[in-house]
Each structure stands twice: as C-alpha cells, then as structure tokens.
C-alpha cells in the first residue's frame, strides 16, 4: 500500500529509524482501525520484491517495519529472505490472526478480540502490545500475556480516540502491574507518518 522512512512510534522499539512497508489487505475488521484504506488489497499497487527491497535499502537505517492491513495475510518468506540478504533487519507489526511466516528479528503482536491470534504467532512474539479501548482490556490483556513466551515483553497502548480517557487508567495499571510497560504512538504526537 505505501513504504515509508520514519521513526517506529510504538513499543519496545519505539525512537529508533525504520523504513515502513505497509502491505495491503487485512480480514480482521478493528472498528478503531487507524489504516481501514488499507483492509482492501486490490486497490493498492503491486510492486516487485527487487524494487522494494533496493527503496528500503537506500536509507541509512537497517531496520525494515512489515505491517499493513495484516501482513500475515501474505506468504513473507520471500520479502524477508531478500531483506536479510540485503543486510537489513526485519521487523514486524501483526494480529497474529494467520499463519506465521518469515524469517524475523522482532515480532510485535498485537491481539485483537475481532479474530483470535494463533497460538504460534502468541509463541513466536518479542513483544505483546495490547491496545486498551476500555477497562475490560487489561484482563483480555493479562489472558493473552498467560499464553506469550517467558522473555515476550509487555505493552498497553491507547486506543487513539481514547486515550484521553484510558491513558489514566493505564498509567495506574502499570504502577500496580510493573511487567507491563505503556506504549504511546508517538508518531502521532510528532506529527510525523
Ligand atoms: C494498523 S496495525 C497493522 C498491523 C496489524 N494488522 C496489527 O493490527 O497489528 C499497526 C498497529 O497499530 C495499532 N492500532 C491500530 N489502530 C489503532 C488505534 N486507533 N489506536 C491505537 N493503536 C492502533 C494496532 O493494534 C497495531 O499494533
Ligand atoms: N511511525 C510509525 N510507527 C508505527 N508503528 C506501527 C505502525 C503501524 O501502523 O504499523 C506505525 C506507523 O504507522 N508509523
Ligand atoms: S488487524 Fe490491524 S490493520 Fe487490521 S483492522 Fe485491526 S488494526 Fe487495522
Ligand atoms: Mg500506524
């Protein structure tokens, strides 16, 4: 749908540069989407392997973000084969609602009550970030961190059109609940994509 060099506003990786490619299509249907341009695949344009791999190679940054739509809607073996062997490192953004493939260096999973992770996707996760729309969150939030791997970190994120009212709720759960961390999309609050 669209490649982008910013700085990941999200999660553990948040501050550092990475170049975007936001793949088209995505099935599981958030009603507080922040891309819903993105859920239909065949208004965007296809573009070859080669040529997105040399975009995203010819920035400073080594670090590429996968996300979308949901990217695991795609087979992702061969983009993240040919993004190693051009020496970048590959990270994505997914709901974990299909089968996992690719070769990665840093998974964010972000689970959605619209269609259920996989439970090898919940395994294979660096990082759980779980975006809180209201209080009922943080106990669907603790049921998917039961099923992540012992070294997974953890992350609560506003929902956007929320975050007035659920940032305060979260700041009190994380002081109560130090495993977790928050997450702020700080890409918003730069004003940068
Ligand atoms: C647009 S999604 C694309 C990747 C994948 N489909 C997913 O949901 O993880 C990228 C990230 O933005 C988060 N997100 C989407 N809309 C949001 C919103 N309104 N407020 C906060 N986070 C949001 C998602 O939970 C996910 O972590
Ligand atoms: N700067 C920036 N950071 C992000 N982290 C996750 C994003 C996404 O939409 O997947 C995103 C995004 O769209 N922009
Ligand atoms: S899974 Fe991701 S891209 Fe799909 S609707 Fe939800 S937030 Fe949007
Ligand atoms: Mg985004």
Redesign the pocket.
Known sequence: MEQFYTIQG??ANAGRAAYFI?LGG?D?G?H????KE?WDADVHPRLSLESLVAEASAHPGRNVVV?????LMHDLGPLTRALHAAGMQTWM????AHPLTGEWDWI???P?KFKAPLPEVLRAAHEL?V?VFNKSDFAWAEEHAAQVGPDCRLFL?????K?AQVTPLIIDYVKQHPQWQVSL?THKYLDIP
Do not use: F, H, M, N
């Open positions: 999200e999660g936001r995505c599981v958030c507080w989407c922040d891309v993105s996300t979308g739509g949901e990217p953004e997914t709901s974990g964010c999973l972000s959605k970030k975006v994120q506003p929902e956007w059109g975050a999309q």
